[in-house]
């Protein structure tokens, strides 16, 4: 028989990752964070757990604390880290499939997270810009809803002090957002810049491209990716036309990143990069480029 109490401790799975890919911008490392909150729930007695009068909050508290104590030692891991560093991207929800036989589990993490505006890219990078305790504050208030006594027992300062964390991090969002159309408009627009690119045409590229368009890649050390941004229109048409990715067999294809339209380039059924954008008014204002194979594992099945 099923144990009741197993089956309310493994359905806040789901929640968690969800939590943590926000916290951390990597699927990965939330996964990790949820195994090591069951470890460390499995790791006490019966009458220990039976002393918790909500497991569901425990779990919160100390998967939040464990994202915590990650993003502190994010700095001295960045600062190793080649290249640039993008949030790791998400495809677009697929069909729940189950995993063992009666397990309720599902296949990938990458489909136990809500796609909605808290993960789209430009979203993650605004957050990886804030401070550990700005981040963990405003995710789990404005995000998730939890009150700010229980927030300042997660992030141990007093629930003023969080306000004023999640405050300052709602100004950072908001600072960094910009009129953006329909996204029916967005997604014509990744169409057009596909179009533009496969027909190597820089001229048309700079006509969908803000004049001070930013693209990023990452490629972490791993494969071949620029080390730094490149900014303005006419040089990132000319970088994009200058890639060596047709010539190659490569092609590329319209997939939701993010919640967002963005593009694959795959090569033999493995992707390879997957670009996300940032479209303001009626250009593209960012571009990012994930190409570190580490990051896009949920991407090839």
Known sequence: MTDPGLSAIMSERRQLINLAYRLLGSLADAEDVVQETYARWYAMTSAEQAAIDNPAAWLTKV?????????????SRRERYVGEWIPEPLPESTEWTSGPAGSGELADPADRVTLDESVNMAFLVVLDAMTPAERVAFILHDVFRYPFPEVAEIVGRTPAACRQLASSARRRIRDAESPTPPSARRAELVREFKAAWE???????????????????????VVSAALEPVRGGTKVAEYFTGLPVFNLGRSIVE??????????IEFEGV????????????????IWAIRNPEKLHPWTN
């Open 63 to 75: 998967a939040s604390r464990i994202c915590l104590d990650l993003l502190r030692s994010a700095r």
């Open 199 to 221: 027909a190597t045409d820089i001229a048309a590229l700079v006509t969908l491209l803000d004049p001070d368009v930013l693209a990023t890649a990452d490629g972490g050390g």
């Open 255 to 264: 997939r939701t990143v993010n919640g967002q339209p963005g593009l694959v």
């Open 271 to 286: 992707v390879e990069t997957v670009i996300a954008f940032d479209v303001a008014g009626d250009r593209i204002t960012k």
